[in-house]
């Protein structure tokens, strides 16, 4: 398995530009989570998906935020208008359900807003 | 989920055990202890997990204590590659998807 796939690696963009990252999880897995992390905060849950539903987006900062999970092999975190501070890492991570299984995350995406 | 404490940082020999320590005070019955590692520029990667007897598989072993307010991951011969930041973590093992909440962690730094 290649496991969880995010893209792009790196992305650069200018204050008020739209930002989309893009997750595939591992086939077959269930939730599918969104974590960022920053000096300052470290790793934090942004939102997670169960069969593709949103379960808890209470991590998200604001409305500027928006993720989907149109089906079970692909999910968008957005950000639009992005700001300065939304630099960061953000991961995907996938897992099968059940709460003793380990989370499996990807390379994650490196944001600067400029 | 119940609070954890780790050393900031830490240092040990390539080739010697590491053993990095974790204190759950207050950990609830239900709750297992999960350790995860994040090497520089990747994504955080699971290590092993346990509820109260000790765990060991290809990467490390998981001693708690018999009071589960403790617990030591042990690396048995750390190589240059073990340099990460190590997690401890605790959360309720039949709370299907939650979140993983991460602390600070411990650097693990090996040297040669």
């Known amino acids: 398995d290649a496991g969880v796939i995010q893209s792009p690696r790196h992305e650069v963009t200018e204050m008020g530009q739209e930002v989309t990252l893009r997750c595939k999880p591992i086939?077959?897995?269930?939730?599918l989570f969104w974590y960022r992390q920053t000096m300052m905060r470290g790793l934090e849950l942004l939102i997670y998906f169960n069969n593709n539903v949103p379960i808890d987006d209470s991590g998200m900062p604001e409305d500027r935020f928006s993720a989907k999970m149109p089906n079970a092999s692909f999910s968008t975190l957005k950000i639009q208008p992005s700001e300065p501070r939304d630099s960061a890492v953000y991961f995907c991570?996938?897992?099968?359900?059940?709460?003793?299984?380990?989370?499996?995350f990807g390379p994650g995406t490196r944001l600067t807003v400029t | 989920d119940a609070k954890t404490t780790q050393p900031t940082s830490m240092d040990c020999a390539e080739g010697r055990a590491a053993n990095l320590p974790c204190n759950h005070s207050t950990i609830s019955g239900n709750e297992y202890v999960y350790w995860y590692r994040q090497i520089h520029s990747q994504g955080p990667q699971y290590i092993i997990h346990g509820l109260k007897n000790n765990e060991t598989n290809e990467m490390a072993s998981l001693i708690i204590t018999e009071d589960r307010k403790s617990s030591t991951l042990i690396l048995p011969h750390a190589t240059l590659r073990d340099t990460a930041v190590y997690y401890c973590i605790v959360r309720v093992g039949n709370q299907a998807g939650t979140a993983l909440i991460f602390g600070k962690g411990t650097t693990l730094s090996v040297s040669s």
């Open positions: 086939s077959g897995h269930d939730y």
């Open positions: 991570a996938s897992s099968l359900a059940g709460g003793q299984v380990e989370q499996y």
